[in-house]
């Protein structure tokens, strides 16, 4: 598994470098930016702040995503994908690679985007590490499906782009449903269970009485969910990985 993962940040090191880098010149700019009395005034529109704030989400989201991407395109869609199968390591040992990669850049950048945003003068509440928190659930998660997505599409298993973009989706429907119907959401007065959530998956709170509410059902079935395809996924690589 290590052989793994240091092959995959060799081969990463100019994605990995150049997001440092973004992170660095945004934490220098927002240095900057805070000492500036117009941005000072226009950080006083909620409205403003907002945009900031989900822009800056979206750029995470998308970044991880491509990161995610990039790794798994390489290993079954180029010519390294021979050298990686290559390594004395199983399918278990591949996956888990995988998720220690994969989580690990989601946790750097997560870190990274929070202290930017802090040194706007943003204030890092506990609404804001659940969400971070649910996007490194379903980051682990989209990971087992995408792995399993581009190995059957690689391996020629009955399976091309519109079969794994559909199985994507089915997995995600329980989801939405159960989600409509009971979730199970944190209020002030303790856990309880809550009908129309079903855009949970993609935003765990809801407003209500009591303030914010956080939807608590997204991020176990992302973390049930990936525990599953953590072991769907290693059988299947097992089995097929020869055909690399």
């Not at 943003?122 to 659940?130: A, G, M, N, P, Y």
Request: net charge neutral; with cysteine; hydrophobic share 60%.
């Amino acid at each position: 598994m290590i052989s793994l993962i240091r092959y995959d940040l060799k081969r990463q090191r100019k994605f990995i470098l150049w997001a440092g880098l973004v992170a660095i010149l945004a934490l220098v700019g927002s240095f900057f930016l805070v000492r500036m009395p117009f941005f000072l005034n226009i950080m006083r529109d909620k409205d403003f702040t907002d945009i900031i704030l989900i822009s800056s989400i979206v750029i995470l989201l998308v970044g991880n995503i491509f990161f995610l991407g990039k790794i798994l395109y390489r290993d079954f869609f180029t010519s390294e994908g021979y050298f990686t199968f290559s390594l004395p390591a199983g399918g278990f040992d591949y996956v888990m690679a995988k998720i220690i990669e994969v989580g690990g850049f989601y946790l750097l950048t997560s870190l990274a985007f929070s202290v930017v945003l802090a040194a706007l003068g943003f204030v890092i509440t506990s609404d804001f590490i659940f969400y971070l928190a649910h996007g490194f659930a379903m980051d682990m998660f989209l990971t087992m499906l995408l792995l399993l997505a581009f190995a059957k599409v690689r391996f020629k298993d009955g399976f091309g782009i519109g079969k794994a973009i559909l199985l994507i989706g089915l997995i995600f429907l329980p989801l939405v449903i159960i989600t409509n119907f009971f979730a199970l959401v944190l209020v002030e007065d303790g856990l309880n269970v809550l009908s129309n959530m079903g855009l949970a998956f993609i935003y765990p709170f809801a407003y209500g009485g009591a303030g914010v509410y956080k939807i608590l059902t997204p991020i176990i079935y992302y973390f049930v969910g990936a525990c599953i395809m953590v072991l769907v996924d290693s059988f299947y690589l097992r089995d097929n990985v020869n055909l690399i």
